[in-house]
């Protein structure tokens, strides 16, 4: 339950941050009409559901949205809780709940705030070296080559097709992802965000017609291969090194 409760205030972030207004002040309001929402439906996921959707005031259509983030975001609660000890378990489910804001305001917005990505990898450093207890050295090559090699590619995708491929947010937030989850998920995490990125754009040419110029924004993609390295990174390493 408190997964859910701490989701709603995820969705805040997603709405708020990319529009450059206060997550604190004013409390929560309908985004069409502007009205204070009382606290009664703004209970995670059934509030929605009483509200059948829609405003109490206005009656404009409430996103699904809503309810999916704090259910996903109950859902990751869980899994640190069953996975992981203590404090450690409490750390990965902030580390999750970035990627689910960073992930839903990319999509929307396609971009990676600088709010959230550059604390991101100050605070990963810190928790590398004095939580994780990983060598500053190592933690600093993560993250200088987690960034770099996505600078790398993008600036040769500028030079190659005259256009920006790679943002600079995602060259962030590979730094991020080297710094708190090490070295070793680099190349996990490209690997996976751009094998499942490539079938997300396939099917998008297949099924709707979209133009191989469509911009797709990457941010989910690298979310995901964090969050499946996270859980089943080590394994499936071992399992592949076991193959070959």
């Known amino acids: ?42 209970i995670p996921i059934f509030g929605y559901l009483s509200l ?5 005031y206005c009656k404009e259509k409430i996103s699904p949205r809503y309810p999916i983030v704090e259910a996903i975001s109950g859902i990751f609660a869980i899994l640190c809780y069953y996975n992981w000890d203590s404090y450690i378990a409490i750390i990965h489910y902030l580390f999750l709940s970035s990627l689910i804001v960073i992930s839903f305001i990319d999509i929307d ?21 004095f939580v994780f207890d990983r060598s500053i050295f190592i933690t600093l090559i993560a ?27 995602d060259v962030k937030l590979m730094a991020f992802f080297g710094a708190y989850l090490g070295l070793k998920s680099i190349f996990f995490i490209i690997f996976v965000s751009s094998l499942v990125g490539t079938i997300y754009g396939l099917s998008l040419i297949i099924l709707q017609g979209k133009k191989t110029s469509h911009a797709i924004p990457f941010g989910p993609f690298l979310s995901f291969g964090a969050l499946l390295y996270l859980f089943f990174g080590e394994v499936l390493i071992k399992w592949y090194l076991t193959k070959i």
């Open 1 to 42: 339950m408190m997964g859910s409760v701490f989701g709603s205030f995820l969705n805040v972030c997603i709405y708020r941050i990319p529009r450059n207004i206060s997550i604190i002040f004013p409390s929560s309001f309908c985004p069409n009409c502007k009205k204070q929402i009382p606290f009664y439906y703004n």
């Open 52 to 56: 059948k959707g829609k405003c109490k």
């Open 109 to 129: 917005f396609q971009i990676i705030p600088d709010i959230i990505s550059i604390p991101a990898i100050v605070i990963s450093i810190f928790l590398s070296v």
């Open 143 to 169: 993250t200088i080559i987690g960034g770099g090699i996505f600078l790398v590619i993008g600036k040769s995708y500028e030079l190659i097709a005259k256009k920006e491929g790679l943002g600079g947010g």
